[in-house]
């Protein structure tokens, strides 16, 4: 009997160790302003809420343009896109040094300095682009590894870490995967959409989306920053209605990434996106599918068009949280309608984008921050080593280079409230 009670008080010690670190750690990281694990954000019904039952809207912005880069969005030309960009600098300099050059512009384009400014405009979150490449050094599955032999996701930690002491919200997105989602050159490479091919390469690609996402998401499991897994940026968006439908909801490469994350990680929200339109992805009772949001991305052309979209979304997907993970006012729609409507149908949402570098851009919907007049652009095929690095460097950050193109003043504070 004595033995018993000892074993019964020794686990209640224990217990209440456990229990006293725990607090001593919320206490400590509500001290600093970071997350704690009450922040940590699931699905309640049509609501994302935190462990307290806080209902929370996502009012964030896209850092588009800083871990994949697109020739219309940022400082570079003589290439068509982000692959292009890469496999000439390797060819030109080594991979060491194309990488070098890759870590040059990452660490400066987007910098703590950015995150003090969108936290400082009142956004609850931000959106992160990134594509394979960030993390695998050709397309043979080569891992890029840290100097401790460990698989190397450091930007993406740190951009969680530096948003998580912020109070902003994460949102981790697959913009270009293995093999590529779409023939869009935003996914990392034009015309080259190998994802879904019933084929040996295509089922290598998929093999290596799933390694992808397994890594990140043991990454990331526990940590309360994270509000999401963005399983698939825009795929097949660049085709009709009836394909997309095809390869993306029936076919439904969702159906195996939502099981690739899931069984490694079942308690963070994933979201799928329907892209333009909600008949695009299925039921999610149908598939069995928990704590998912569904997506959309509307530029739609009208105030009219862009709020009966949402309408659409929400009557096709009467049971899941619904989000807008891109949009920015085009053609004849406007800020104040977008804004109206998302409040109307209780969407959380992303601007596209923070930051922006080609000309014009200084006074562009497109973005909150645009290049100043004159920037210049590195050339992939004829500038040195030493003049890229040059035109990828200091010269780049926001604080340097870049002006408010006026919108958050004039168009997108009042919404933030």
């Not at 509307?298 to 009219?304: G, I, L, P, Q, R």
């Not at 899941?320 to 004849?332: R, S």
Request: charged share 25%.
């Amino acid at each position: 009997m004595k033995k018993i009670i000892s074993i019964l008080l020794s686990i209640i010690f224990v217990f209440q160790l456990g229990t006293a670190a725990f607090a001593a750690d919320t206490e400590a990281a509500e001290a600093s302003g970071s997350f704690t694990a009450e922040d940590f954000l699931t699905v309640k019904g049509t609501d994302i809420v935190n462990q307290k039952g806080e209902k929370v809207i996502l009012k964030g912005v896209n850092l588009g343009g800083w871990l994949i880069q697109e020739d219309w969005l940022c400082p570079y030309e003589e290439v068509a896109d982000h692959h292009e960009m890469l496999e000439t600098l390797i060819d030109r300099f080594g991979t060491e040094k194309a990488y070098e050059l890759m870590n040059t512009y990452e660490d400066n384009f987007i910098t703590e300095y950015d995150l003090d400014v969108i936290k400082e405009m009142g956004f609850n979150a931000v959106r992160v682009p990134f594509w394979y490449r960030n993390f695998y050094s050709d397309d043979n599955g080569t891992k890029i590894l840290d100097e401790n032999g460990k698989w190397d996701l450091s930007k993406l930690e740190w951009v969680v870490e530096e948003c998580s002491d912020r109070r902003l919200y994460v949102i981790l997105d697959m913009h270009g995967a293995p093999g590529f989602q779409s023939d869009a050159p935003h996914s990392g490479k034009g015309h080259c959409c190998q994802l879904y091919d019933k084929t040996e390469e295509g089922e290598f690609y998929r093999t290596l989306t799933d390694e992808l996402w397994t890594e990140i998401a043991l990454r990331f499991k526990e940590n309360p920053a994270v509000a999401m897994y963005d399983l698939l940026n825009e795929p097949m968006c660049d085709v009709p209605c009836g394909e997309l439908t095809r390869r993306v909801k029936n076919e439904s490469i969702y159906l195996r990434l939502y099981d690739t994350v899931r069984a490694v990680d079942t308690e963070h929200i994933i979201t799928m996106e329907a892209i333009w339109t909600g008949f695009a992805l299925p039921w999610a009772w149908a598939r069995g599918w928990e704590n998912v949001v569904y997506q959309v991305h509307f530029y739609n052309n009208s105030d009219f068009i862009f709020a009966f979209f949402l309408l659409l979304t929400r009557f096709l997907h009467p049971t899941v949280p619904l989000m807008m993970g891109e949009f920015y006012p085009h053609q004849e729609t406007t800020w104040e309608g977008c804004f109206k409507s998302l409040k109307k149908y209780d969407y959380s949402w992303f601007l596209w984008t923070y930051k922006a570098a080609n000309h014009g851009m200084w006074e562009s919907d497109w973005c909150l921050k645009g290049a100043a007049d004159g920037f210049h652009r590195a050339k992939i095929k004829t500038d040195s080593y030493e003049e890229i690095a040059r035109k990828w460097g200091e010269v780049i950050q926001t604080q340097n280079s870049y002006v408010d193109t006026g919108h958050y003043d004039r168009d997108v504070a009042a919404h933030l409230k």
